[in-house]
């Protein structure tokens, strides 16, 4: 398997495994206290550093994705991924369509969520930069 795709599937799963762990407290815990718009807020500054450290692992981790447009092509892999998964998820174990799903979506949380995806498809790119 070439390199960048394991980088995507490695980031990939690095900032979903951080966004299931945090679900499994934001669910029960927090979404009854404060209402989900506000429980999704409050997990979206972990999910920032998440995202943040998780770019930077990989691109160390795999230094071959570590050049302009290989890191760009690692973020816009993980980021099919992430959306792939998440409608998938939403259609099949919530007996959604996608339209009712994303018609679902809080519009403050759900804007702040679509601004994290663009962060998350472009961090490895950024980090990159941040390197050069």
Known sequence: MP?????GLMYF???LGTGIVLGA???PLLVPRIGERWAELAE???MAAAIYFSAGYVLRRFPESNVSGQSLV???FALTLAVCAELGLAVVLQSR???EYLGSRDKVSGSVYFVMLV???LMPRLRQL???
């Open 3 to 7: 390199k960048i795709i394991c980088a």
């Open 13 to 15: 799963a690095l900032v």
């Open 25 to 27: 407290f934001r669910i």
């Open 44 to 46: 979206m500054p972990i």
């Open 74 to 76: 690692v973020g816009l």
């Open 97 to 99: 369509t996608l339209s």
């Open 119 to 121: 962060a998350f498809a």
């Open 130 to 132: 941040n390197h050069e």
